[in-house]
């Protein structure tokens, strides 16, 4: 398998240099390989969803490095940021971090409106995703009257419009019910087939011993155990 | 004071100690960055820089377009402080009204100038993943920053020394037929100014970066004393209003504001492959079209008056 993700000696220290000098990372070494589902588990302030943050592009370490498919992304200059994260990441957040006044369809689309893509184009990929996800049917409604799970597989439909390689999703199932939260395990194997590398930043114990996860990652006070 | 005499003044010397004292503040970081840069490195040093970096290059973005776009207003203040000038009807007198005016104008062009190769090699470092050219950049920042301290204190004598009370020369008595460079006469001078005109176009059309700084540099020249000794006076309409300042007025319809900034922005785009190049050994030919878009249109745009003129009249001046 070729590394996908490699991250080397890394550190994020808020208010670096000051009394109230923070340490959010240690020292991490991790290595994701294509294809990999990585579930990363931690208590609430352990560090992961900076983590997730850092692989997403969404802010920079303070040492170290974090090659995506070799390429340093935390040394990317902001513009080339942007267009890593809008053409290599799809993105799923714990309060799902949708646009209420648009229909489902509208904000799954929302990704691809920058891109210099045909109308019909467009409609397939949206489609495509909206299949994936299982929220076809609610497309034109808005996204205020769905519920959590639906507004969750909104947002998984939204993440993979644009065909990313990789998928952070950051406690995915936080605001969901356990029949929801086991719709997302079996997204995830949707995942697996589609060979995404997936990430996801949890402290629910549903996703303990998953057969579909490749490896588990724990984290402690910013420092893999 | 004569540093007060107009709002606009007053206004301008404001942005410019801004702009300065922004810059004054870049310049630490930017030394900071020229010393320590290594775009290898990951460390925590590195990543603080490569912050910095992010912000004091937006600043210096955001002053150097300010710094150009305020060059107008300088030039149009100049020309509405003629009233209160003694003896000034234009532009003329009030650059004139002191020994700095003139140097301190020529110093502002190039500046000018130079502010705008910054801003391409800025270009050119922000469109690559690894900011191949952020010491030439800084470098060259600092050189700048070194005549912007030369020219504060230039535009603070300048301004501080207009005379109110000494009458100052007219542009009928500064600019007189028998100050063609070369003793050339208008035939000549017109002559060279279309053959480099040709020059400059098959130059940049075949991209050759030399011929083309050479002969924008003399076209440069050539069309300062045409456009006053020969161009000027059809945009006046009167054989003997010789001036390159009294188009910049209302009633020439500002005109003058789009001879002399197509002609600058020419010669600009002519010269710059050439000094990129030398800067950062790499060649940019966009910026041909550019001069030959520039500089077509400043002939035209002459050429307009003249043409316009005789058909007209029937005659020339």
Same mark, same amino acid.
């Given at each position: 398998?070729?590394?996908?993700?490699?991250?080397?000696?890394?550190?994020?220290?808020?208010?670096?240099?000051?009394?109230?000098?923070?340490f959010?990372?240690?020292?991490?070494?991790?290595?994701?390989?294509?294809?990999?589902?990585?579930i990363?588990?931690?208590?609430?302030?352990?560090?992961?969803?900076?983590?997730?943050?850092?692989?997403?592009a969404l802010?920079?370490?303070?040492?170290?490095?974090?090659?995506?498919?070799?390429?340093?992304?935390?040394?990317?200059?902001?513009?080339?940021?942007?267009?890593?994260?809008?053409?290599?990441?799809?993105?799923?957040?714990?309060s799902?971090?949708?646009?209420?006044?648009?229909?489902?369809?509208?904000?799954?689309?929302a990704?691809?409106?920058?891109?210099?893509?045909?109308?019909?184009?467009?409609?397939?990929?949206?489609?495509?995703?909206?299949?994936?996800?299982?929220?076809?049917?609610?497309s034109?409604?808005?996204?205020?009257?769905?519920?959590?799970?639906?507004?969750?597989?909104?947002?998984?439909?939204?993440?993979?419009v644009?065909?990313?390689?990789?998928?952070?999703?950051?406690?995915?199932?936080?605001?969901?019910d356990?029949d929801?939260?086991?719709?997302?395990?079996e997204i995830?194997?949707?995942?697996k087939?589609?060979?995404k590398?997936?990430?996801?930043?949890?402290?629910?114990?549903?996703?303990?011993?998953?057969?579909?996860?490749?490896?588990?990652?724990?984290?402690?006070?910013g420092?893999?155990? | 004071?004569?540093?007060?005499?107009?709002?606009?003044?007053?206004?301008?010397l404001?942005?410019?100690?801004?702009?300065?004292?922004?810059?004054?503040?870049?310049?630490?970081?930017?030394?900071?960055?020229?010393?320590?840069?290594d775009?290898?490195?990951?460390?925590?040093?590195?990543?603080?820089?490569?912050?910095?970096?992010? /912000?004091?290059?937006?600043? &210096?973005?955001?002053? $150097?377009? %300010?710094?150009?776009?305020?060059? !107008? #207003?300088?030039?149009?203040? +100049?020309?509405?402080?003629?009233?209160?000038?003694?003896?000034?009807?234009?532009?003329?007198?009030?650059?004139?009204?002191?020994?700095?005016?003139?140097?301190?104008?020529?110093?502002?062009?190039?500046?000018?100038?130079?502010?705008?190769?910054?801003?391409?090699?800025?270009k050119?470092?922000l469109?690559s993943?690894v900011?191949?050219?952020?010491?030439?950049?800084?470098?060259?920042?600092?050189?700048?920053?070194?005549?912007?301290?030369?020219?504060?204190?230039?535009?603070? /004598?300048?301004?501080?020394? &207009?005379?109110?009370? $000494?009458? %100052?020369?007219?542009?009928?008595? !500064? #600019?007189?037929?028998?100050? +063609?460079?070369?003793?050339?006469?208008?035939?000549?001078?017109?002559?060279?100014?279309?053959?480099?005109?040709?020059?400059?176009?098959?130059?940049?059309?075949?991209?050759?970066?030399?011929?083309?700084?050479?002969?924008?540099?003399?076209?440069?020249?050539?069309?300062?004393?045409?456009?006053?000794?020969?161009?000027?006076?059809?945009?006046?309409?009167?054989?003997?209003?010789?001036?390159?300042?009294c188009?910049?007025?209302k009633?020439?319809?500002?005109?003058?504001?789009?001879?002399?900034?197509?002609?600058?922005?020419?010669?600009?785009?002519?010269?710059?492959?050439?000094?990129?190049?030398?800067?950062?050994?790499?060649?940019?030919?966009?910026?041909?079209?550019?001069?030959?878009?520039?500089?077509?249109?400043?002939?035209?745009?002459?050429?307009?008056?003249?043409?316009?003129?005789?058909?007209?009249?029937?005659?020339?001046?």
């Open positions: 398998m070729t590394s996908k993700i490699l991250i080397r000696n890394l550190y994020k220290i808020y208010n670096e240099e000051k009394e109230n000098q923070f959010a990372l240690k020292d991490i070494n991790i290595e994701i390989n294509n294809g990999e589902i990585v990363i588990k931690g208590v609430s302030g352990s560090g992961k969803s900076t983590l997730l943050a850092l692989i997403g802010s920079k370490p303070s040492r170290g490095d974090i090659l995506v498919e070799n390429q340093n992304i935390a040394k990317l200059p902001d513009i080339f940021s942007s267009q890593y994260r809008n053409e290599e990441v799809g993105f799923i957040f714990q799902f971090n949708l646009i209420d006044g648009l229909s489902v369809y509208d904000n799954v689309k990704p691809l409106v920058l891109k210099n893509i045909k109308q019909s184009e467009l409609s397939e990929k949206v489609e495509e995703a909206l299949k994936l996800a299982n929220i076809s049917h609610k034109e409604q808005m996204v205020s009257n769905l519920s959590g799970g639906e507004k969750q597989r909104c947002a998984i439909a939204r993440a993979l644009h065909a990313p390689s990789v998928i952070l999703a950051d406690e995915p199932t936080a605001n969901l356990r929801n939260s086991l719709l997302f395990l995830l194997k949707k995942f087939e589609l060979n590398t997936v990430i996801v930043a949890t402290h629910d114990v549903i996703f303990d011993n998953l057969t579909v996860a490749d490896k588990y990652i724990n984290i402690q006070d420092v893999v155990l | 004071m004569s540093l007060f005499l107009l709002n606009d003044i007053v206004v301008f404001f942005i410019e100690i801004i702009l300065f004292v922004l810059m004054f503040i870049s310049e630490f970081s930017v030394l900071r960055v020229i010393k320590h840069w775009f290898n490195a990951s460390t925590t040093f590195q990543y603080s820089l490569e912050k910095r970096n992010y /912000l004091i290059n937006t600043i &210096i973005y955001f002053t $150097v377009s %300010v710094k150009l776009v305020i060059f !107008v #207003f300088f030039v149009k203040s +100049l020309d509405e402080l003629s009233p209160l000038v003694p003896g000034a009807m234009c532009a003329t007198g009030v650059v004139g009204a002191n020994s700095y005016g003139n140097i301190l104008l020529l110093f502002k062009i190039f500046i000018l100038f130079l502010l705008g190769i910054w801003i391409i090699i800025n050119l470092d469109d993943k900011f191949p050219y952020i010491n030439e950049k800084y470098y060259l920042f600092s050189f700048i920053f070194v005549l912007i301290c030369i020219e504060m204190v230039l535009e603070i /004598l300048y301004f501080l020394n &207009i005379p109110l009370s $000494v009458p %100052v020369f007219c542009c009928s008595t !500064v #600019f007189k037929l028998d100050n +063609l460079p070369f003793e050339l006469n208008t035939l000549g001078l017109i002559l060279i100014y279309y053959a480099l005109f040709i020059v400059i176009t098959l130059s940049s059309y075949y991209k050759n970066n030399l011929i083309s700084l050479f002969a924008n540099m003399l076209f440069l020249f050539t069309s300062y004393y045409s456009v006053t000794y020969f161009f000027g006076t059809y945009i006046y309409e009167v054989p003997n209003h010789q001036c390159p300042y188009m910049l007025q009633e020439y319809h500002y005109i003058g504001y789009f001879v002399w900034f197509s002609l600058f922005l020419g010669v600009f785009f002519g010269i710059s492959p050439y000094v990129i190049e030398s800067i950062i050994s790499k060649k940019y030919h966009l910026l041909h079209k550019y001069c030959i878009f520039f500089t077509t249109f400043f002939v035209l745009l002459c050429t307009y008056f003249v043409l316009s003129y005789y058909l007209r009249n029937g005659v020339l001046l």
